[in-house]
């Protein structure tokens, strides 16, 4: 089974400052996706990056990038010249490659909730 | 607007009784998914289904019974036999098997306490 782990319950910085929040996995699938969500106060989640485990270069999403490395099951989000807007519970997940032919069941991780202070 | 709706948004249950939390979507999407949302736990799959007049279980489907006669609909039933059914509970929907893989569409949530 897939599990992953966000080991940062919450992180708060000042605006315009660079954010990073951790996340690991531990699975036995060589192809696979990974993704951020994120859920703002408001609550409707909505996805903010994705990455291919086949494809080595880190996917990059405006202010949105990941440092993704595979070999150590990271997948990391950095948020580059964060808003206040950025507030919100972030959630790392995790799919099988399979997934996408059917249902496709993500596993999320515990969340850090991020505060953007003005 | 295209969308999923979920509704109570908040609900009240007594101990021994039965609720049912509504999720509707315009989306056209195959696929639907309730989750359960807990502090400290995140994101956990209660129920899925594909298409009409089939689902799944999740990892987490014991007390809790679902439905899907309508492709716009994936009613959510908690029953008493679920022992901790104070939670958040999160619909979601998506296009299977083709459109963004791993990009789930999801409602507001119903925040269901027992009392």
């Known amino acids: 089974a897939q599990t992953v782990t966000q080991s940062q319950p919450e992180m708060s910085v000042q605006e315009a400052e660079t954010v990073t929040l951790s996340c690991t996995y531990d699975?036995?699938?060589?192809?696979?996706?990974l993704f951020w969500y994120k859920q703002p106060p408001s609550r409707q989640m909505i996805l903010v990056i994705r990455q291919e485990a086949y494809k080595q270069q880190n996917a990059t999403e405006n202010r949105f990038s990941v440092n993704f490395q595979k070999a150590a099951k990271s997948f990391s989000l950095k948020i580059s010249d964060s808003q206040l807007g950025d507030t919100a519970m972030y959630f790392c997940?995790?799919?099988?490659?399979?997934?996408?032919?059917?249902?496709?069941?993500?596993?999320f991780g515990q969340g850090t909730r991020l505060t953007i202070n003005p | 607007d295209g969308g999923i709706t979920q509704s109570p948004k908040y609900l009240f249950r007594k101990e021994g009784q039965n609720v049912t939390l509504s999720c509707e979507q315009n989306?056209?999407?195959?696929?639907m998914y309730w989750y359960r949302q807990d502090p400290g736990q995140g994101l956990r799959l209660i129920y899925y289904?594909?298409?009409?007049?089939?689902?799944q279980k999740g990892d987490i489907a014991e007390g809790y019974s679902v439905s899907r006669e309508k492709k716009e609909s994936f009613p959510l039933t908690v029953t008493s036999a679920q022992k901790n059914p104070t939670a958040f509970y999160l619909c979601?929907?998506?296009?299977?098997?083709?459109?963004?893989?791993?990009?789930?569409?999801f409602g507001e949530g119903s925040r269901l306490t027992v009392l």
């Open positions: 289904s594909q298409i009409v007049n089939d689902f």
């Open positions: 997940a995790f799919m099988k490659h399979e997934g996408i032919q059917g249902a496709q069941k993500l596993v």
């Open positions: 699975t036995s699938e060589s192809n696979y996706y």
């Open positions: 989306l056209n999407h195959d696929a």
């Open positions: 979601a929907s998506n296009l299977a098997g083709t459109g963004v893989p791993g990009e789930l569409f």
